[in-house]
């Protein structure tokens, strides 16, 4: 079993975003993060949790019966150990995605895990962050994100996917900043441009108003 992790909350809800949206899915969400996103929805994570051991969230993960795992922050892979915890969920044979800032090197995880990596745009704040050789390292089953704050970011977006050809290495999604860039503005842009993207909303946030379902 691998090393201690420090986690803010472990929880069951239906995917909000990604191509596994609407599955019931455990979220373990890690606690800390070195990047701060002007945008950041999930601020409670930046501090704090509570030391579980590696088995101790395999049997809470368990008792959920679920088939998808996502492993999220804060940034997951902050904490070195998370790279063992998703090797053991890999061989319990969950479907497992974990939800990266970029910042930091995907290197290192297990080739079974989908890696949901986050290009930073100038508007988050943080795109000097982005580390640009996980690139590289991205797998047919991984997906790209990016976040808009306004058209600024998504002309930013479209030459990055177009300079790095990145529709043609995994799959690639853009979203809106909900209450800041009206998301009927995005899907008309993606469609004007017949960009080749998938648009998505924060299911979560559709359904119950907050920032992980309930």
Same mark, same amino acid.
């Given at each position: 079993?691998?090393?201690?992790?420090?986690? !803010? %909350?472990?929880?069951?809800?239906?995917?909000?975003?990604?191509?596994?949206?609407?599955?019931?899915?455990?979220?373990?969400? $890690?606690?800390?993060?070195?990047?701060?996103?002007?945008?950041? #929805?999930?601020?409670?994570?930046?501090?704090?949790?509570?030391?579980?051991? %590696?088995?101790?969230? /395999?049997? %809470?993960?368990?008792?959920?019966?679920?088939?998808?795992?996502?492993?999220?922050?804060?940034?997951?892979?902050?904490?070195?150990?998370?790279?063992?915890?998703?090797?053991?969920?890999?061989?319990?044979?969950?479907?497992?995605?974990?939800?990266? *800032?970029?910042?930091?090197?995907?290197?290192?995880?297990?080739?079974?895990?989908?890696?949901?990596?986050?290009?930073? !745009?100038?508007?988050?704040?943080?795109?000097?962050?982005?580390?640009?050789?996980?690139? !590289?390292? $991205?797998?047919?089953? #991984?997906?790209?994100?990016?976040? $808009?704050?306004?058209?600024?970011?998504? %002309?930013? *977006?479209? !030459?990055?996917?177009?300079?790095?050809? $990145?529709?043609?290495?995994?799959?690639?999604? /853009?979203?809106?900043?909900?209450?800041?860039?009206?998301?009927? #503005?995005?899907?008309?842009?993606?469609?004007?441009?017949?960009?080749?993207?998938?648009?998505?909303?924060?299911?979560?946030?559709?359904?119950?108003?907050?920032?992980?379902?309930?």
């Amino acid at each position: 079993m691998g090393q201690d992790l420090r986690i !803010t %909350e472990i929880f069951y809800s239906l995917q909000g975003e990604t191509r596994s949206m609407g599955l019931p899915t455990v979220f373990v969400r $890690l606690t800390g993060c070195p990047l701060r996103c002007r945008y950041c #929805d999930t601020a409670y994570a930046f501090s704090g949790g509570t030391r579980w051991s %590696e088995e101790a969230i /395999l049997q %809470e993960v368990g008792a959920y019966s679920a088939s998808y795992v996502t492993v999220t922050g804060g940034e997951p892979l902050a904490q070195p150990a998370v790279l063992s915890l998703m090797y053991a969920l890999c061989e319990q044979g969950y479907t497992v995605s974990v939800e990266t *800032s970029g910042a930091l090197s995907i290197a290192g995880i297990d080739s079974r895990v989908s890696v949901i990596l986050d290009i930073k !745009t100038p508007g988050s704040g943080e795109e000097a962050r982005n580390d640009y050789a996980n690139l !590289t390292r $991205l797998k047919p089953i #991984d997906q790209v994100k990016f976040v $808009l704050t306004d058209r600024k970011d998504y %002309e930013w *977006s479209r !030459t990055f996917i177009a300079d790095h050809g $990145l529709h043609e290495r995994c799959e690639v999604l /853009l979203s809106a900043v909900a209450g800041v860039l009206p998301p009927a #503005d995005l899907a008309d842009w993606i469609l004007a441009d017949r960009l080749p993207v998938r648009f998505q909303l924060q299911l979560h946030k559709v359904l119950w108003g907050d920032v992980r379902g309930r």
